[in-house]
């Protein structure tokens, strides 16, 4: 069963009962139901694609499949589009694939469930910009900051194309959370210094470049106040700091930020066979998404 916290689940408004709903059913699906999902898994891989092309028809979306042949078969990136009233475009993006060997419920299951939830909340809406959900395939090893990486190859055709995307937010691994002191980790020594020793928070990172988009994001987060977050924009040397699909747009110059329960940084079960649905806390879950539809309104304005 998931996780529950019966002081957090108290908190939660009748709206974020339904996003939490919605977040155990999908992580479910995903790792639970269908579960490891790669190149060597691949008619489980095609399976979360399709699963997730449904749930944007069924959101009143309109999905489309965005190719590339890789190894003899063919891949796809997902991506759903909400027009806004400006050309300038703000991209929210989740991988779906998970590492070998591992049934992905936190990585990345929890990213993908989080952006089906935000792609539902803003279908029918009419935004300032254009609003962009996609999902990418192939973030993990081997493909992982390789020009096969299903994020790199999406951005670099965002680049030929001349899209102008003003802000994309990498969702990545965002479910699980700890009160133990000592539970939180950090990439550098020093950090933390400066940063919280308990993994109660979710994190915004991004490098240097985009330090403007990350302060604008977490202020939005921070004026939801449904939950602590904590902000870096370091070096991109650092380990953990570009480790996931944000890092594709850096490459083609786009500012980006990543989402994250900070991964191998908190979470035990990172990239093991033990990442399975029951392990996230979905009820904080569900609050770091009702914060995010909020930082999103606020970038489309």
């Not at 919605?22 to 399709?50: F, S, T």
């Not at 028809?57 to 759903?80: F, K, W």
């Amino acid at each position: 069963m998931p996780r529950r916290n019966p002081s957090q689940a108290a908190a939660l408004s009748e709206a974020e009962i339904t996003v939490r709903r919605e977040l155990v059913a999908d992580v479910e699906k995903l790792a639970g139901e269908i579960g490891e999902r790669n190149m060597n898994r691949y008619p489980q891989l095609q399976a979360a694609a399709e699963f997730i092309e449904r749930s944007l028809r069924q959101a009143g979306l309109a999905p489309r499949r965005d190719s590339y042949e890789l190894r003899g078969r063919t891949c796809h990136n997902i991506e759903v589009e909400i027009r806004g009233t400006r050309p300038e475009i703000v991209m929210v993006g989740a991988h779906y694939d998970s590492v070998f060997g591992c049934p992905g419920a936190n990585d990345n299951g929890s990213g993908v469930a989080a952006l089906l939830a935000l792609a539902r909340r803003f279908s029918g809406k009419t935004p300032g910009k254009t609003l962009r959900f996609v999902a990418f395939v192939n973030e993990e090893p081997p493909f992982f900051q390789t020009a096969e990486m299903g994020s790199l190859v999406y951005a670099k055709r965002c680049k030929e194309r001349g899209d102008r995307i003003t802000a994309m937010i990498s969702l990545e691994t965002i479910g699980y959370f700890s009160d133990q002191p000592g539970s939180q980790k950090y990439p550098a020594a020093g950090l933390g210094f400066f940063y919280p020793s308990k993994g109660n928070f979710i994190g915004f990172a991004s490098d240097t470049g985009s330090r403007a988009l990350l302060r604008e994001v977490v202020s939005a987060f921070r004026a939801s106040g449904r939950l602590p977050c904590e902000g870096a924009a370091l070096p991109a040397a650092i380990p953990g700091i570009g480790w996931s699909d944000h890092w594709a747009f850096w490459q083609c110059g786009y500012p980006a930020i990543m989402v994250t329960d900070t991964a191998p940084f908190r979470y035990p079960h990172y990239h093991e066979p033990t990442d399975t649905p029951e392990k996230l806390d979905y009820d904080r879950f569900a609050l770091v998404v009702s914060g995010m539809e909020k930082v999103i309104a606020e970038l489309v304005k």
